[in-house]
């Protein structure tokens, strides 16, 4: 049986009509993107399994939540699907979104805004190192705003949590019909996607410590592995979808 053709294959026109697209937000505001000027403000929180203190594991749940949120398998595959170019550097990915609901497909583009690798200190003087990314909204979505994906691990404690952070508020959207479905059920669907990110992310963790891991992150990979982990991570996804 022949394999099925990788999504960002199939997808190629439009992430390509992606790849110049501008924000749909101005940038140098984000200051104003408050709950008070109407935006929605969201953070989520959820423990992941408990490490040693010290340094992030080298195979520990710190390390496979970082390699979840890489390869981008956490969101709701029924919801939510993330097509992008397996061997493009994180901090350059473009992203095509495919979104469903009931018998309606939608198309979005975002970007990688910033990567973020680095070393904290608490306001109790302990220390965590964080990793994540956000991404943004392109012309054409539906969303206007940001999200982050942040996984942190307290260097004193060994605790460690995922963490998703976000600022949005209804883009344009012309056609009457698809405004009045995102105005009715829009917010619904992202506490959703948010919630069920969070417990996907968390149980692909859990299953990578369970069946023990040592791939190394698609950063490090060379193109064809990273292509390959790519390919596998969304065949996952459509047997989800199937």
Known sequence: MPKPIPLYELQKARLESYTNAGYNFDLERTHE?????????????????????????????????????????FPPPGLITGIFLPDQPLEKR????????????????????????????LENGQQEQVWGYNYRTLEGHFERGQIDFMVHKNLTTGRVVFRI?????????SNPFYWLGFKLFGRMLQKRFSRESQKRLKAQVE??????????????????KAAAMHNAAQEQMNKATS
């Open 94 to 121: 473009v992203m095509v979104l495919r979104g469903r609901f009931l018998l309606f497909t939608f198309w979005f583009g975002v970007r990688i805004g910033g990567v973020t690798d680095e070393r904290r200190t």
């Open 165 to 173: 952070h976000s600022f949005s508020q209804t883009g344009r959207i």
């Open 33 to 73: 993107y408050t709950r008070e000027a109407g935006w929605n403000v969201d953070d989520h929180e959820t423990e992941l399994p408990l490490e040693a203190p010290g340094p992030p594991e080298a195979h520990g749940s710190w390390a496979a939540a970082r390699e979840v949120l890489r390869n981008y398998t």
């Open 207 to 224: 299953e990578m410590l369970r069946k023990g891991w040592s791939s190394p992150s698609t950063a490090e990979a060379p193109p064809v």
